[in-house]
């Protein structure tokens, strides 16, 4: 298995511009959760999705973030307009049974906001 | 409010020696523990889990404590390598059967040779 694939892995973009993140969890594993990462923050859960259903978006800081998770292969996390201070690294994690069990992790998405 | 706090200095230890890198937590009524390790420019790896009616597990060179009482994980790798440098981080579940994990912001290892 290829493992947790996320795209693109750097992502330069322009403030007001809308930025897309893509993910492929592992096949069969139902859970999927979006994470970011700061140095000032560290790693903050944004959105939580079991069975492609979202469980948990208590983490999404605001309106212009949205996640989407339209089968068991695919889910997409988008910023629209992105602001400077989402700058950040992102990451996708995917496991069979949520947290209960340990998390595989993509590479992530380095995204720069100028 | 909830915390979960590791030593955000660096820890640096000599090649052969055992490393300890401590995760302590607040308000929080964890069924279980996890630690992963992260590498620059990498996601984090899993190493261990270890649930709440469990004192310690092992793992070849890892060992992790949990202690409901003092709230605390500890995270030992014996005989340290230079391959051990890299940031640890634990991370927990919030004990509602939510199933999500929260993350502490790490501590860094250096081993040097």
């Known amino acids: 298995d290829a493992g947790v694939i996320q795209s693109p892995r750097h992502e330069v973009t322009e403030m007001g511009q809308e930025v897309t993140l893509r993910c492929k969890p592992i096949?069969?594993?139902?859970?999927l959760f979006w994470y970011r990462q700061t140095m000032m923050r560290g790693l903050e859960l944004l959105i939580y999705?079991?069975?492609?259903?979202?469980?948990?978006d208590s983490g999404m800081p605001e309106d212009r973030f949205s996640a989407k998770m339209p089968n068991a292969s695919f889910s997409t996390l988008k910023i629209q307009p992105s602001e400077p201070r989402d700058s950040a690294v992102y990451f996708c994690?995917?496991?069979?049974?949520?947290?209960?069990?340990?998390?595989?992790f993509g590479s992530g998405t380095q995204l720069s906001v100028l | 409010s909830q915390k979960i706090e590791q030593n955000s200095e660096a820890l640096n230890i000599q090649e052969g020696k055992t490393a300890t890198l401590t995760c302590n937590y607040t308000?929080?009524?964890?069924?279980?523990l996890q630690w992963y390790r992260q590498d620059p420019g990498r996601g984090p790896v899993f190493l261990l889990l270890?649930?709440?009616?469990?004192k310690e597990k092992r793992k070849e060179r890892l060992k992790v404590t949990f202690d409901t009482t003092l709230k605390q994980s500890l995270f030992h790798i014996t005989a340290s390598q230079p391959a051990d440098s890299a940031t640890y981080l634990c991370?927990?579940?919030?004990?509602?059967?939510?199933?999500?994990?929260?993350f502490g912001g790490g501590t860094r290892l250096m081993v040097k040779p």
């Open positions: 994690a995917t496991s069979t049974r949520g947290g209960n069990e340990k998390l595989f």
């Open positions: 096949s069969g594993h139902n859970s």
């Open positions: 999705f079991n069975n492609n259903v979202p469980i948990d």
């Open positions: 308000n929080y009524s964890p069924a279980y």
């Open positions: 270890i649930r709440e009616n469990e």
């Open positions: 991370a927990l579940d919030r004990g509602n059967a939510g199933n999500m994990l929260t």
